[in-house]
């Protein structure tokens, strides 16, 4: 072999080393980042004719198991489902209270609703303590006021998906976006001869940043070139990106519609699958809502079962005017049967005047208002807003009304309760709810006492006495005995206490928190195992590294005394011939 072949052989040899060292130090220093896969130098031997001349670095690889990246792509997904469902079901969870507590035995809805009903009970046997009159309407705005900040709570939950389902939109659209970019660079160096390795790595690093948003489906072309679609085949990136649209809304109530989410003007928002983005919408559009509309259940009955109880009372003395909660108009059709008594008393409950009205003689609304102002003491009209208003004619008298044996409208209500004339409760669902104005500010207009129906009551008869308890019994009652509740949310229809149904959504709630950190658990072990397989399969080894750099360093070395020895031997050459 002559002495140009052993140099050149030499010379690569060194060459090759030398790329191999920095790639093993490469290695080394990247082992801790997160993406970072080894790199591996591919060599061969270098042939002048026949004869062996050296070797050269054909490619610089990584060996990415392409399975495993794909089920880690997929695990990615799930955990940002489990992620997401754990967050929201933790902060439902702590909006709605606990079951158990060190002072009231908790600070769930169950436990106010428990505390309005020792409250009431209480009252039933004193119904004439202005005390107790003050501690019932009181426990009953707390009630109340939990009501609506549970409500207000879950919208703002839901205001806070809206919001992270837009951020959650930024992230995909910039991670598909960088990888396109990554597409253009692979490309440009494999056009150029350069390795490529690094660039796939921030590829599949962006990858799984998209997977955690949303499932996606992927592939690599015989070009190098990533492409990606929807888990149900929208396309979302080819030869160039095609971004999601969205927007949040400025504020979310119960009854707010949302955009789409789209791409290209096609909508997406049933395709997304698992990943935070899918899990966002769930949470925005099924989950909150299903736990507002057990709420609304349980705030609708509550107003419809107390309301209709205080309606058949009075209180002592009786109000000088009555407003109706029912809007109407006096053109509206009216059914009724049985009769109802309407009387006007003074301060202390003696009868001034009185009517029984037969409820069948009216067909409409406007025929029932004027058979109201047509009894002795009493005007009754309609207000701008189609209320019925009632009131004693003598400022210092008034109005009381009671059903004989009358009942209104097609659920059979008592005429007061049928227009809403002494309602307790406002509203119309978790979101309204609250006691009427007036009993916050005069407890004493509680109904504790009730009109008389007995025949004939003769004027300057007591007929509205103090310490009536039916009303505040029945109140007291009516929250302890069994209530017929619609299926609502993941709730079946049932027949149950209202605390019963309030822990029922409690423990709803409570189930969902601890399904979904189960969940969570489970999907976080599997991410981090076939991250952990990825890692060992195709990550940097640190002693396999550094014994490798130490038989690199052994490599250059004889590779180095080589050439050494072959300068020696020209060296000795050209002192003979010079000497010859």
Do not use: C, W
């Amino acid at each position: 072999m002559s002495f140009s072949a052993i140099r050149s052989i030499a010379t690569s040899s060194l060459a090759v080393t030398q790329m191999q060292t920095a790639l093993t130090s490469a290695n080394i220093a990247n082992a801790d980042t997160q993406g970072y896969t080894r790199k591996v130098a591919t060599q061969s031997a270098v042939s002048t004719g026949t004869v062996g001349s050296g070797v050269s670095v054909t490619a610089v690889t990584s060996t990415v198991d392409k399975y495993l990246l794909q089920d880690l792509v997929a695990a990615t997904s799930t955990l940002g489902t489990a992620t997401t469902a754990g967050t929201y079901a933790d902060k439902l969870q702590n909006l709605l209270g606990s079951t158990t507590g060190s002072d009231s035995g908790g600070t769930s809805l169950a436990n106010s609703l428990a505390d309005l009903e020792t409250a009431l009970t209480e009252l039933s046997g004193t119904p004439e303590s202005e005390t107790l009159q003050a501690s019932s309407i009181a426990a009953l705005d707390t009630l109340a006021s939990q009501l609506r900040e549970t409500s207000d709570g879950i919208q703002g939950l839901r205001a806070d998906a809206d919001e992270a389902i837009e951020d959650s939109v930024s992230t995909i659209n910039n991670s598909l976006n960088a990888i396109d970019a990554l597409n253009g660079q692979i490309a440009s160096a494999q056009g150029r001869g350069e390795p490529t390795a690094d660039l796939e790595d921030q590829r599949n690093t962006a990858l799984q940043t998209l997977s955690g948003q949303m499932e996606v489906r992927y592939y690599v072309t015989a070009e190098n070139q990533m492409r990606i679609t929807t888990a149900s085949g929208t396309t979302l990136l080819d030869s160039s990106v095609h971004e999601l649209s969205y927007s949040s809304v400025a504020t979310v109530t119960s009854a707010t519609v949302f955009d789409a989410i789209t791409v290209n003007g096609k909508d997406i928002t049933a395709q997304l699958g698992s990943g935070t983005l899918g899990a966002l919408v769930e949470q925005r559009d099924s989950v909150l809502p299903a736990a507002q509309g057990e709420l609304d259940e349980l705030a609708t009955a509550l107003i419809a079962t107390l309301n209709s109880i205080h309606n058949a009372g009075s209180s002592l003395p009786p109000p000088a005017t009555l407003t109706g909660s029912t809007a109407l108009s006096a053109s509206d059709a009216f059914t009724g049967s049985g009769t109802t008594r309407l009387a006007v008393t003074n301060a202390d409950g003696a009868l001034v005047s009185y009517a029984d009205l037969d409820l069948s003689d009216y067909a409409t609304v406007g025929d029932l208002v004027s058979a109201i102002d047509a009894v002795d003491g009493l005007s009754a009209s309609l207000d701008a807003s189609g209320h019925l208003v009632v009131t004693a004619d003598a400022a210092t008298n008034g109005v009381a009304m009671a059903d004989v044996d009358g009942v209104a409208g097609d659920s059979d209500q008592g005429l007061s309760d049928y227009l809403g004339l002494n309602d307790l409760l406002t509203g119309s669902d978790a979101s309204t709810i609250a006691p009427r104005q007036d009993l916050l500010a005069t407890p004493g207009l509680l109904a504790t006492s009730a009109l008389s129906v007995e025949n004939s009551p003769a004027v300057g008869n007591t007929v509205v006495s103090i310490g009536e308890s039916a009303i505040g019994q029945a109140l007291a009652s009516a929250l302890s005995g069994n209530q017929d509740f619609a299926a609502a949310g993941s709730l079946k229809a049932s027949s149950a206490s209202f605390a019963d149904y309030a822990a029922k959504i409690v423990a709803g709630v409570s189930a969902m928190a601890q399904s979904s950190a189960t969940a969570l658990e489970t999907s976080d072990s599997a991410q981090q195992s076939l991250a952990d397989s990825l890692s060992s399969q195709s990550g940097v080894n640190l002693d396999e590294e550094t014994a490798k750099l130490s038989e690199l360093e052994q490599q250059y070395s004889a590779a180095a005394q080589l050439l050494e020895t072959l300068n020696s031997m020209f060296d000795t050459l050209l002192q003979v011939a010079a000497s010859a």
